[in-house]
Protein backbone atom coordinates (compact mmCIF):
# COMPACT_ATOMS: atom_id res chain seq x y z
CA UNK A 1 0.00 0.00 0.00
CA UNK A 2 2.29 2.53 0.83
CA UNK A 3 4.81 1.28 -1.73
CA UNK A 4 1.99 2.17 -4.18
CA UNK A 5 1.47 5.39 -3.31
CA UNK A 6 5.15 6.33 -3.13
CA UNK A 7 4.88 5.50 -6.46
CA UNK A 8 2.29 7.59 -7.81
CA UNK A 9 3.73 10.40 -6.03
CA UNK A 10 7.09 10.06 -7.72
CA UNK A 11 5.27 9.94 -11.09
CA UNK A 12 3.15 12.96 -9.92
CA UNK A 13 6.71 14.99 -8.95
CA UNK A 14 8.28 14.19 -12.30
CA UNK A 15 5.44 15.43 -14.10
CA UNK A 16 5.19 18.54 -12.12
CA UNK A 17 9.13 19.02 -12.66
CA UNK A 18 8.34 18.87 -17.00
CA UNK A 19 5.85 21.28 -16.42
CA UNK A 20 7.47 23.95 -14.05
CA UNK A 21 10.54 23.23 -16.14
CA UNK A 22 8.42 24.19 -19.53
CA UNK A 23 6.99 27.26 -18.10
CA UNK A 24 10.33 28.60 -17.12
CA UNK A 25 11.29 28.34 -20.20
CA UNK A 26 8.48 29.93 -22.04
CA UNK A 27 8.59 32.65 -19.39
CA UNK A 28 12.50 33.22 -20.41
CA UNK A 29 11.98 33.90 -23.76
CA UNK A 30 15.18 32.84 -24.96
CA UNK A 31 16.82 33.99 -28.17
CA UNK A 32 18.95 30.47 -27.67
CA UNK A 33 17.96 27.09 -28.05
CA UNK A 34 14.94 26.33 -26.16
CA UNK A 35 15.23 22.38 -26.07
CA UNK A 36 18.86 23.10 -24.08
CA UNK A 37 17.57 25.59 -21.50
CA UNK A 38 14.37 22.93 -21.02
CA UNK A 39 17.03 19.90 -20.15
CA UNK A 40 18.99 22.40 -18.10
CA UNK A 41 16.04 23.45 -15.87
CA UNK A 42 14.63 19.69 -16.06
CA UNK A 43 17.99 18.59 -14.49
CA UNK A 44 17.77 21.51 -12.07
CA UNK A 45 14.23 21.00 -10.54
CA UNK A 46 15.27 16.60 -10.75
CA UNK A 47 16.94 17.34 -7.23
CA UNK A 48 12.86 17.04 -5.92
CA UNK A 49 12.58 14.03 -7.46
CA UNK A 50 15.68 12.46 -6.29
CA UNK A 51 14.77 13.51 -2.95
CA UNK A 52 11.59 11.58 -3.32
CA UNK A 53 13.43 8.32 -4.95
CA UNK A 54 15.55 8.26 -1.65
CA UNK A 55 13.03 7.99 0.12
CA UNK A 56 11.13 5.55 -1.90
CA UNK A 57 14.16 3.20 -1.94
CA UNK A 58 14.94 3.68 1.91
CA UNK A 59 11.16 2.31 1.92
CA UNK A 60 11.87 -0.58 -0.53
CA UNK A 61 14.71 -1.36 1.61
CA UNK A 62 12.49 -2.34 4.83
CA UNK A 63 10.54 -5.07 2.57
CA UNK A 64 13.51 -6.21 0.36
CA UNK A 65 17.27 -6.10 1.20
CA UNK A 66 18.28 -5.50 -2.27
CA UNK A 67 21.63 -4.21 -3.61
CA UNK A 68 19.97 -1.82 -6.45
CA UNK A 69 18.01 -0.42 -3.37
CA UNK A 70 21.32 1.14 -1.96
CA UNK A 71 22.92 2.14 -5.73
CA UNK A 72 19.46 4.18 -5.92
CA UNK A 73 20.37 5.38 -2.43
CA UNK A 74 23.91 6.26 -3.16
CA UNK A 75 22.88 7.98 -6.54
CA UNK A 76 20.19 9.74 -4.95
CA UNK A 77 22.44 11.68 -2.57
CA UNK A 78 25.07 12.11 -4.60
CA UNK A 79 22.67 14.00 -7.05
CA UNK A 80 21.18 15.94 -4.50
CA UNK A 81 24.23 17.08 -2.88
CA UNK A 82 26.18 18.06 -5.98
CA UNK A 83 22.60 20.02 -6.99
CA UNK A 84 21.77 21.23 -4.12
CA UNK A 85 24.40 21.11 -1.28
CA UNK A 86 27.65 21.83 -3.06
CA UNK A 87 26.76 24.92 -4.99
CA UNK A 88 25.13 26.66 -1.32
CA UNK A 89 28.67 26.07 0.04
CA UNK A 90 30.09 28.97 0.35
CA UNK A 91 33.63 28.76 0.60
CA UNK A 92 36.10 31.67 1.67
CA UNK A 93 40.01 30.55 0.65
CA UNK A 94 43.29 33.21 1.72
CA UNK A 95 46.21 33.04 0.11
CA UNK A 96 49.29 35.39 0.03
CA UNK A 97 50.73 36.04 -3.44
CA UNK A 98 54.05 37.67 -3.19
CA UNK A 99 55.84 40.39 -5.89
CA UNK A 100 59.00 41.97 -6.65
CA UNK A 101 59.44 45.82 -6.87
CA UNK A 102 62.44 47.69 -7.52
CA UNK A 103 64.68 48.75 -4.59
CA UNK A 104 63.22 52.03 -5.29
CA UNK A 105 59.83 50.93 -4.35
CA UNK A 106 57.49 52.96 -2.26
CA UNK A 107 54.24 51.88 -0.53
CA UNK A 108 51.40 54.58 -1.14
CA UNK A 109 49.26 55.39 2.03
CA UNK A 110 46.61 56.04 0.50
CA UNK A 111 44.16 54.29 -1.40
CA UNK A 112 42.86 56.01 -4.79
CA UNK A 113 39.26 54.85 -5.11
CA UNK A 114 36.52 55.97 -5.83
CA UNK A 115 34.33 56.10 -2.93
CA UNK A 116 37.31 55.22 -0.61
CA UNK A 117 37.67 55.70 2.79
CA UNK A 118 40.35 55.75 5.26
CA UNK A 119 39.72 52.23 6.57
CA UNK A 120 40.15 50.21 3.82
CA UNK A 121 43.67 51.17 3.99
CA UNK A 122 46.44 48.71 4.08
CA UNK A 123 49.93 50.47 3.92
CA UNK A 124 51.95 47.23 3.54
CA UNK A 125 49.53 45.37 1.50
CA UNK A 126 46.85 44.76 -0.76
CA UNK A 127 44.05 42.33 0.24
CA UNK A 128 41.33 41.82 -2.63
CA UNK A 129 38.09 39.49 -2.35
CA UNK A 130 38.80 38.20 -5.79
CA UNK A 131 35.32 36.09 -7.00
CA UNK A 132 34.29 35.09 -10.49
CA UNK A 133 31.28 33.95 -12.82
CA UNK A 134 28.09 34.92 -10.31
CA UNK A 135 26.06 34.06 -13.18
CA UNK A 136 22.94 35.64 -12.40
CA UNK A 137 19.81 33.28 -13.89
CA UNK A 138 17.96 30.07 -14.09
CA UNK A 139 20.57 28.46 -11.73
CA UNK A 140 20.37 31.39 -8.76
CA UNK A 141 18.39 32.93 -6.63
CA UNK A 142 18.16 36.12 -4.84
CA UNK A 143 19.12 35.00 -1.41
CA UNK A 144 22.10 33.14 -2.35
CA UNK A 145 23.45 36.60 -3.45
CA UNK A 146 22.44 38.21 -0.21
CA UNK A 147 24.39 35.51 1.28
CA UNK A 148 27.13 36.24 -0.49
CA UNK A 149 27.18 40.47 0.27
CA UNK A 150 27.00 39.11 4.03
CA UNK A 151 29.87 36.94 3.21
CA UNK A 152 31.63 39.75 1.92
CA UNK A 153 31.03 42.29 4.40
CA UNK A 154 32.42 40.63 6.80
CA UNK A 155 35.57 40.31 5.33
CA UNK A 156 38.42 42.40 6.10
CA UNK A 157 39.74 43.35 1.91
CA UNK A 158 40.45 46.52 0.80
CA UNK A 159 38.14 46.21 -2.18
CA UNK A 160 35.85 43.72 -4.54
CA UNK A 161 37.24 42.16 -7.60
CA UNK A 162 34.37 40.44 -9.36
CA UNK A 163 35.85 38.92 -13.03
CA UNK A 164 32.55 38.92 -15.22
CA UNK A 165 30.19 36.33 -16.65
CA UNK A 166 27.36 37.84 -14.69
CA UNK A 167 24.52 36.26 -16.38
CA UNK A 168 23.06 32.92 -17.21
CA UNK A 169 19.69 32.96 -18.90
CA UNK A 170 18.54 36.02 -16.60
CA UNK A 171 15.97 38.62 -17.73
CA UNK A 172 15.72 41.08 -15.25
CA UNK A 173 18.22 41.77 -12.63
CA UNK A 174 16.80 44.42 -9.71
CA UNK A 175 15.90 41.77 -7.75
CA UNK A 176 18.97 39.59 -7.71
CA UNK A 177 21.45 42.31 -7.56
CA UNK A 178 20.04 44.82 -5.16
CA UNK A 179 22.24 43.33 -1.97
CA UNK A 180 25.05 44.58 -3.24
CA UNK A 181 23.66 47.85 -2.14
CA UNK A 182 24.40 47.07 0.97
CA UNK A 183 28.18 46.46 0.31
CA UNK A 184 30.42 47.90 2.69
CA UNK A 185 33.25 47.61 0.37
CA UNK A 186 34.69 49.30 -2.99
CA UNK A 187 33.09 46.71 -5.56
CA UNK A 188 34.53 46.84 -8.92
CA UNK A 189 34.12 44.77 -11.92
CA UNK A 190 35.86 43.51 -15.66
CA UNK A 191 33.46 42.24 -18.09
CA UNK A 192 33.50 39.07 -20.18
CA UNK A 193 32.55 38.90 -24.00
CA UNK A 194 28.80 37.71 -22.66
CA UNK A 195 28.63 40.67 -20.04
CA UNK A 196 29.27 42.85 -23.12
CA UNK A 197 26.72 41.16 -25.24
CA UNK A 198 24.05 40.76 -22.57
CA UNK A 199 20.91 43.27 -23.21
CA UNK A 200 19.16 42.52 -20.13
CA UNK A 201 15.28 43.90 -18.75
CA UNK A 202 16.00 46.32 -16.21
CA UNK A 203 12.79 48.28 -14.18
CA UNK A 204 14.28 50.09 -11.54
CA UNK A 205 16.19 52.82 -14.24
CA UNK A 206 12.89 52.99 -16.69
CA UNK A 207 9.18 53.53 -16.36
CA UNK A 208 8.46 51.04 -18.94
CA UNK A 209 11.28 48.75 -18.27
CA UNK A 210 13.49 48.84 -20.97
CA UNK A 211 16.37 47.04 -22.61
CA UNK A 212 19.61 48.24 -20.96
CA UNK A 213 23.61 46.75 -21.65
CA UNK A 214 24.77 45.50 -18.41
CA UNK A 215 27.73 48.21 -17.98
CA UNK A 216 25.31 50.44 -17.42
CA UNK A 217 23.33 48.75 -14.84
CA UNK A 218 25.89 47.86 -13.17
CA UNK A 219 26.88 50.79 -11.47
CA UNK A 220 22.79 51.40 -9.87
CA UNK A 221 23.91 48.79 -7.26
CA UNK A 222 27.52 50.23 -6.32
CA UNK A 223 29.55 48.35 -8.96
CA UNK A 224 32.30 50.04 -10.69
CA UNK A 225 34.01 48.75 -13.91
CA UNK A 226 37.35 48.35 -13.02
CA UNK A 227 39.38 50.78 -15.39
CA UNK A 228 41.81 50.39 -17.69
CA UNK A 229 44.26 53.39 -16.64
CA UNK A 230 44.17 51.40 -12.94
CA UNK A 231 43.79 51.78 -9.71
CA UNK A 232 45.86 51.92 -6.64
CA UNK A 233 45.93 50.30 -3.43
CA UNK A 234 48.34 50.39 -1.28
CA UNK A 235 50.81 51.18 -3.85
CA UNK A 236 49.77 47.98 -6.20
CA UNK A 237 48.29 49.46 -9.56
CA UNK A 238 45.27 47.18 -10.59
CA UNK A 239 44.22 47.56 -14.22
CA UNK A 240 41.27 46.21 -15.53
CA UNK A 241 41.15 44.20 -19.35
CA UNK A 242 37.30 44.18 -20.14
CA UNK A 243 36.41 42.42 -23.66
CA UNK A 244 36.96 44.20 -26.85
CA UNK A 245 39.62 46.39 -25.00
CA UNK A 246 42.43 47.88 -26.74
CA UNK A 247 45.29 48.50 -24.54
CA UNK A 248 49.14 48.44 -25.50
CA UNK A 249 49.55 46.20 -22.33
CA UNK A 250 53.52 45.42 -22.91
CA UNK A 251 53.66 49.34 -22.99
CA UNK A 252 52.02 49.51 -19.87
CA UNK A 253 54.03 46.89 -18.27
CA UNK A 254 56.55 48.52 -19.18
CA UNK A 255 55.77 52.22 -17.75
CA UNK A 256 55.25 49.84 -14.68
CA UNK A 257 58.45 48.53 -14.39
CA UNK A 258 60.11 52.13 -15.10
CA UNK A 259 58.38 53.10 -12.57
CA UNK A 260 59.73 50.06 -10.05
CA UNK A 261 56.14 49.41 -9.47
CA UNK A 262 54.11 46.08 -8.85
CA UNK A 263 51.00 45.65 -11.45
CA UNK A 264 47.98 43.07 -10.83
CA UNK A 265 45.89 42.73 -14.32
CA UNK A 266 42.47 41.34 -13.79
CA UNK A 267 40.77 39.77 -17.09
CA UNK A 268 37.94 37.52 -17.22
CA UNK A 269 39.93 34.88 -19.25
CA UNK A 270 43.46 34.54 -19.12
CA UNK A 271 43.65 32.68 -22.44
CA UNK A 272 42.42 35.54 -24.53
CA UNK A 273 45.64 37.38 -23.32
CA UNK A 274 47.82 34.55 -23.80
CA UNK A 275 46.89 34.05 -27.16
CA UNK A 276 49.07 36.23 -28.50
CA UNK A 277 52.02 35.04 -27.11
CA UNK A 278 53.81 38.48 -27.18
CA UNK A 279 51.03 40.32 -25.22
CA UNK A 280 52.87 39.21 -21.72
CA UNK A 281 56.23 38.91 -22.88
CA UNK A 282 57.70 41.39 -21.05
CA UNK A 283 55.60 40.84 -17.87
CA UNK A 284 58.10 39.36 -14.79
CA UNK A 285 57.39 38.76 -11.65
CA UNK A 286 56.47 41.50 -10.64
CA UNK A 287 52.87 41.18 -12.46
CA UNK A 288 50.02 38.54 -11.65
CA UNK A 289 47.34 38.18 -13.61
CA UNK A 290 43.83 37.18 -12.34
CA UNK A 291 40.98 35.53 -14.22
CA UNK A 292 37.98 33.21 -13.51
CA UNK A 293 36.01 31.66 -16.40
CA UNK A 294 36.65 28.08 -15.91
CA UNK A 295 34.41 27.55 -12.69
CA UNK A 296 37.41 25.30 -11.39
CA UNK A 297 35.73 22.48 -13.70
CA UNK A 298 32.33 22.56 -11.75
CA UNK A 299 33.29 18.35 -10.71
CA UNK A 300 36.64 18.53 -9.48
CA UNK A 301 37.80 15.54 -10.46
CA UNK A 302 41.86 14.73 -9.87
CA UNK A 303 44.06 14.51 -13.19
CA UNK A 304 40.52 14.50 -14.99
CA UNK A 305 39.29 17.93 -14.53
CA UNK A 306 42.58 19.91 -15.46
CA UNK A 307 42.33 17.61 -19.09
CA UNK A 308 38.49 18.42 -19.38
CA UNK A 309 38.98 22.05 -18.83
CA UNK A 310 41.94 22.49 -21.06
CA UNK A 311 39.81 20.80 -23.80
CA UNK A 312 36.87 23.01 -23.46
CA UNK A 313 37.85 26.36 -22.42
CA UNK A 314 41.68 26.14 -23.45
CA UNK A 315 42.63 27.34 -20.11
CA UNK A 316 45.47 25.41 -19.25
CA UNK A 317 45.12 25.63 -15.62
CA UNK A 318 41.57 24.94 -13.72
CA UNK A 319 41.87 26.62 -10.67
CA UNK A 320 44.21 28.57 -8.35
CA UNK A 321 47.88 29.89 -8.45
CA UNK A 322 50.11 29.27 -11.48
CA UNK A 323 53.75 30.04 -10.61
CA UNK A 324 56.61 31.75 -12.80
CA UNK A 325 58.01 29.38 -15.24
CA UNK A 326 61.40 28.74 -14.30
CA UNK A 327 63.51 26.91 -16.95
CA UNK A 328 65.35 28.12 -19.52
CA UNK A 329 65.26 31.59 -18.45
CA UNK A 330 68.36 34.12 -17.87
CA UNK A 331 69.01 37.15 -16.06
CA UNK A 332 70.84 38.52 -19.03
CA UNK A 333 68.30 38.00 -21.31
CA UNK A 334 64.80 38.79 -19.34
CA UNK A 335 62.76 38.63 -22.86
CA UNK A 336 64.33 35.02 -23.89
CA UNK A 337 62.23 32.15 -25.96
CA UNK A 338 61.97 28.76 -25.12
CA UNK A 339 62.91 26.56 -28.08
CA UNK A 340 59.54 26.67 -29.86
CA UNK A 341 60.19 30.23 -29.42
CA UNK A 342 57.36 30.31 -26.81
CA UNK A 343 57.92 33.35 -24.40
CA UNK A 344 58.53 31.84 -20.56
CA UNK A 345 55.74 33.03 -18.40
CA UNK A 346 57.66 34.76 -15.77
CA UNK A 347 54.57 36.44 -14.13
CA UNK A 348 52.09 34.89 -11.94
CA UNK A 349 48.87 33.80 -12.62
CA UNK A 350 45.57 33.24 -10.33
CA UNK A 351 42.40 31.47 -11.35
CA UNK A 352 39.28 31.59 -9.51
CA UNK A 353 36.97 28.62 -9.18
CA UNK A 354 33.43 30.95 -9.46
CA UNK A 355 30.37 31.16 -7.53
CA UNK A 356 27.58 30.50 -10.24
CA UNK A 357 27.25 27.49 -12.93
CA UNK A 358 26.17 26.75 -16.29
CA UNK A 359 26.05 24.07 -18.86
CA UNK A 360 24.58 21.69 -15.80
CA UNK A 361 23.88 22.48 -12.38
CA UNK A 362 26.41 20.12 -10.53
CA UNK A 363 29.17 21.21 -8.33
CA UNK A 364 31.25 18.55 -6.32
CA UNK A 365 34.59 19.19 -5.17
CA UNK A 366 34.76 22.62 -6.15
CA UNK A 367 32.29 24.64 -4.04
CA UNK A 368 31.60 28.60 -5.03
CA UNK A 369 34.63 30.27 -3.41
CA UNK A 370 35.74 33.58 -2.39
CA UNK A 371 39.36 34.16 -2.81
CA UNK A 372 40.99 36.87 -0.07
CA UNK A 373 44.89 37.34 -2.21
CA UNK A 374 47.02 39.22 0.29
CA UNK A 375 48.98 40.77 -2.43
CA UNK A 376 52.32 41.79 -0.44
CA UNK A 377 55.28 43.34 -2.80
CA UNK A 378 59.00 42.27 -1.80
CA UNK A 379 61.81 44.71 -2.75
CA UNK A 380 64.47 43.11 -5.41
CA UNK A 381 66.95 43.63 -2.70
CA UNK A 382 65.16 42.09 -0.05
Request: net charge neutral; glycine share 4%.
Amino acid sequence: MIGSWLGHLGALIAVLVILWSCLKTVQLKARTDNLQILLQLVSFYARYWFVWLLLWANVQLLYDNQIIYWLLIALSLLYIYMSWVEPNRLRVSRFSINLTASATYQPATDISLAASSSKYITPQAAKIAVLSDIHVGIFSNPHQLARLVKCLNRLDVDAVLILGDWLYQATTLDAHLSPFKTLNKPCYTVLSDADTQQVVNDAQNSEPASNMQLMNILPTFGIQLLPEQGLRIAGINIIGIHNGSTMDLPRVIEQQRSAGQPLVIATHDIKQLEANPRTLSDANNDTLVIAGQTHGGQVNIPILTPLMVRALTGNKLAAGLRRPDTAKQSDNHPKAFNEDDKPSKRYQVWVNTGIGMTGLPFRFNCPPTIDVLTIQVQTADA
